[in-house]
């Protein structure tokens, strides 16, 4: 996640001295790539990316809290200085900031490998449509004192918007909404979900042995009787 943990650990652990005092950093970085798409054609590629950390002290009953808006080990030097002063410790001292790993090193959020397969899903369950589909990543990671750095990373899947379905009474625009957690299983959860969610909403009644009541709409009765 771009951070050192055994170095910010070490700093931090200067704030829990006795066995009652608790300290921690939490870094948290938020990652998110939007496609829209039309009648299958993808267009319109977004991408945002933010993060933050924040240093925390306690000590009995009194919590002290920290944040700033870099998610890096400058960020985290700054925090937890800030709490140092505040409970009157020897600050770290300034440095200049420290190399991290280049943000291309990350995990990539890539669209291709989805982009092929909704094309293909889309085009046959729902091939007019007015869709954004996103795909977000969550990485956090907790810094304790005097224990092991603790991180995982969560991705989510959306695909919403409008499309267009078949009726009995012709054309209907319909809302689709899908969320799910990046998985192996996911192409085939989505591909359900449109599959039923463009199912006829009034599907034909059979027509079984023995006298029924039949009720026609305006106009029919003349085009069978005559």
Same mark, same amino acid.
């Given at each position: 996640?771009?951070?050192?943990?055994?170095?910010?650990?070490?700093?931090? !652990?200067? #704030? +829990?001295?006795?066995? $009652?005092?608790?300290?921690?950093?939490?870094? @948290?970085?938020? &990652? /998110? *790539?939007?496609? =829209?798409?039309?009648?299958?054609?993808?267009?319109?590629?977004?991408?945002?990316?933010?993060?933050?950390?924040?240093?925390?002290?306690?000590?009995?009953?009194? !919590?002290? #809290? +920290?944040?700033?808006? $870099?998610?890096?080990?400058?960020?985290?030097? @700054?925090?937890? &200085? /800030? *709490?140092?002063? =505040?409970?009157?410790?020897?600050?770290?001292?300034?440095?200049?900031?420290?190399?991290?790993?280049?943000?291309?090193?990350?995990?990539?959020?890539?669209?291709?490998?989805?982009?092929?397969?909704?094309?293909?899903?889309?085009?046959?369950?729902?091939?007019?449509?007015?869709?954004?589909?996103?795909?977000?990543?969550?990485?956090?990671?907790?810094?304790?004192?005097?224990?092991?750095?603790?991180?995982?990373?969560?991705?989510?899947?959306?695909?919403?918007?409008?499309?267009?379905?078949?009726?009995?009474?012709?054309?209907?625009?319909?809302?689709?909404?899908?969320?799910?957690?990046?998985?192996?299983?996911?192409?085939?959860?989505?591909?359900?979900?449109?599959?039923?969610?463009?199912?006829?909403?009034?599907?034909?009644?059979?027509?079984?042995?023995?006298?029924?009541?039949?009720?026609?709409?305006?106009?029919?009765?003349?085009?069978?009787?005559?």
């Amino acid at each position: 996640m771009g951070v050192d943990g055994d170095r910010i650990a070490g700093w931090i !652990e200067a #704030l +829990a001295r006795r066995p $009652e005092e608790i300290a921690d950093v939490f870094v @948290e970085r938020r &990652r /998110s *790539l939007t496609v =829209e798409w039309k009648d299958g054609v993808p267009s319109r590629v977004r991408a945002s990316a933010e993060g933050g950390l924040s240093a925390r002290s306690v000590d009995r009953s009194v !919590e002290r #809290l +920290a944040f700033v808006s $870099e998610a890096n080990e400058t960020g985290a030097r @700054e925090a937890i &200085r /800030s *709490l140092q002063i =505040e409970l009157d410790r020897e600050p770290l001292p300034v440095k200049p900031p420290r190399g991290v790993r280049d943000e291309a090193e990350e995990t990539s959020l890539s669209p291709e490998r989805w982009i092929r397969r909704l094309t293909a899903t889309l085009t046959r369950h729902v091939p007019r449509h007015r869709l954004q589909w996103t795909l977000s990543e969550v990485q956090r990671e907790v810094i304790p004192a005097h224990r092991s750095p603790v991180s995982f990373i969560r991705r989510l899947v959306s695909l919403e918007g409008s499309f267009v379905a078949a009726s009995r009474h012709g054309d209907e625009s319909r809302i689709f909404s899908f969320h799910a957690p990046d998985a192996e299983s996911l192409p085939e959860e989505l591909r359900l979900a449109l599959q039923r969610a463009a199912e006829p909403r009034d599907p034909p009644t059979p027509c079984e042995d023995g006298e029924k009541d039949v009720v026609l709409a305006e106009g029919c009765a003349a085009v069978l009787f005559h």
